[in-house]
């Protein structure tokens, strides 16, 4: 394959697909996301408490907590839908996430997954990820347009990485839950995001499907960076590397698993639930 003399050293494949070129985002200094002291109110409720926490590039952060934590509003800061009342949310070292709109936080390079599965289910698996991959034309456009090979390339290994290659033609309404949130991880892949962010990826699927997360989540780590949010502790336990533990919309002990878990503070706010 040729590929542009532009192309900036460093550039991945997905650049060149026709989308445009996401700003440089400057992790000289190792991390990709600095939350500075960051509260949210709601109606006097301090969903957020002087949150400040820092996810290094490449990592595999896990969040834990419990209900009410604020775990699903530090998300919503971080991808711009709910705006801080205080504090600072850096995405890199030079670029302020409160300056930019939510659709412009996912174009930097910030992708997000829901807990509950938005693939388009009257279309096949391949075709979720053609849409993906073509960013924001026209769903018709990109249906219509022929994929080049390096398109069809790069949906190749993303059906190997979300282990659907087998069911490239299947209606993604046809799948299992647990195969409908690898297809969205792979939609989400196919925009190349820098961080990656999950609210409760293996809520509702089955041990193996959980199992094969976990797998899928491990493959992803060093080539993106990723915050993971789960209840289920022996997913977290197989993912894990440093451990977060947020309550009452601050972080209340950081470190690995065993070491949070060894924290008295921890075991009292899960007893206190
Ligand atoms: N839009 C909102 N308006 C009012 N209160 C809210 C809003 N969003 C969240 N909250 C409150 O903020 C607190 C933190 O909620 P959040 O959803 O961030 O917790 P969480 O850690 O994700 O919990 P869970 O583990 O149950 O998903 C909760 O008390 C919640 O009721
Ligand atoms: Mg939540």
Aim: aromatic content about 4%.
């Amino acid at each position: 394959m040729t590929r542009s003399v532009a192309m900036p050293a460093g550039g991945r494949e997905g650049e060149g697909l026709g989308r445009p070129l996401q700003p440089g985002v400057d992790t000289s200094n190792g991390q990709i996301l600095y939350l500075d002291d960051i509260t949210v109110s709601f109606d006097g409720f301090r969903a957020l408490n002087k949150l400040t926490l820092t996810i290094g590039v490449g990592e595999l952060r896990c969040v834990i907590g419990p209900n009410g934590a604020g775990k699903t509003t530090m998300m919503d800061v971080i991808t711009g839908k709910t705006r801080p009342d205080s504090g600072t949310a850096f995405f890199g070292q030079t670029l302020d996430l409160s300056r930019y709109r939510e659709a412009e936080i996912a174009q930097l390079g910030i992708g997000r997954k829901f807990q509950k599965p938005t693939v388009f289910e009257a279309m096949t698996v391949g075709e979720n990820l053609e849409l993906a991959l073509a960013g924001d034309k026209s769903v018709w456009a990109s249906l219509r347009a022929r994929l080049d090979g390096a398109q069809r390339d790069r949906i190749d290994a993303l059906l190997v990485l979300i282990r659907l290659q087998d069911e490239r033609r299947r209606l993604a309404g046809r799948l299992s839950h647990g195969q409908k949130q690898w297809l969205e991880i792979g939609m989400l892949l196919a925009q190349e995001p820098k961080l990656l962010l999950l609210d409760e990826p293996v809520a509702g699927m089955t041990d193996a499907e959980t199992d094969k997360t976990a797998e899928l989540l491990l493959s992803l780590r060093g080539k993106h960076s990723l915050m993971v949010v789960e209840h289920d502790m022996a997913f977290i336990a197989s993912i894990a590397e440093r451990v977060t533990v947020l309550a009452e919309g601050a972080v209340l002990a950081e470190g690995s698993l065993a070491q949070v878990q060894a924290d008295e503070r921890v075991a009292e706010v899960y007893l206190g639930r």
